[in-house]
């Protein structure tokens, strides 16, 4: 009976070494595409140009993706995933209120800075996608919408613990610290205004003080 079951546990085990190695390859895939997605694009990710850089066929980027759509879509799920590991969870661990806000907002700007010589997918899908619909679009909108939301309920937390007055607009604040976000990379990368992180940063910390409560 042990020499019957040897051939099976020998085929498992292969088999569960060609599925790690097929995972390897595919991070691998993704992590030089979001590369090349946070310099070109979206849009000027190709699977030609992105099997060349890894030294693969093109049938073997399609085997693990089977489309540029799809590969376009592992990019901006992988790009989100990293922005909450980098943003979000850790800003997580502060207390509710400005604590967290704060970080929240200290952290994407950190990443935000860092992102100014590469480019953000967010920011750069939003023109690439704004006015066409399909599955990338629709991905690239939830994952913004997610964050926004993430960063309205931390507004929202900070006026229920009492570091925000209680009259408060929590959409305005919204809007008002992400428009400062998106307004600096549009002035360190198109325009090349190199006070621009300095502006951005004074600018948010504005708005939190000008609606900071008496007691925060």
């Known amino acids: 009976m042990k020499l019957a079951q040897a051939p099976m546990i020998q085929t498992t ?12 390859t595919k991070a691998m895939i993704v992590d030089r595409a ?5 310099q070109q694009g979206l849009e000027g990710l190709t699977v030609g140009h ?26 901006v799920r992988e790009y989100y995933r990293r922005f ?25 700007m950190q990443t935000s800075v860092q992102e100014l010589s590469a480019g ?26 997610t964050w926004r939301a993430a960063l309205r309920r931390a507004i929202e937390q900070a006026v229920e613990v009492g570091d925000l007055k209680k009259h408060c607009e929590p ?19 198109f325009l090349k205004l190199s006070k621009s992180v300095e502006i951005a940063t004074q600018s948010i910390q504005h708005v939190i003080d000008q609606n900071r409560s008496s007691r925060a």
């Not at 060349?52 to 879509?73: D, I, T």
């Open 171 to 189: 959409e305005i604040m919204l809007f008002q610290i992400y428009s400062y976000v998106q307004g600096l990379h549009h002035d360190v990368r």
């Open 84 to 108: 909450e590991l980098r943003v979000f969870e850790p800003a997580l661990r502060e207390p509710k209120g400005l604590p967290r806000l704060q970080q929240m907002i200290n952290l994407w």
């Open 120 to 145: 953000c997918i967010f920011i750069s899908g939003a023109v690439e996608f704004d006015d066409r619909s399909g599955p990338v679009r629709d991905e690239l909108v939830h994952s913004v919408q």
């Open 34 to 38: 979001l590369q090349i997605a946070s």
């Open 50 to 75: 992105l099997a060349e850089v890894l030294a693969m066929s093109k049938s073997g980027v399609f085997a693990h993706f089977g489309s540029r759509e799809a590969l376009q879509l592992a990019v």
């Open 13 to 24: 085990q292969q088999a569960h070494a060609a599925h790690s190695k097929g995972a390897l």
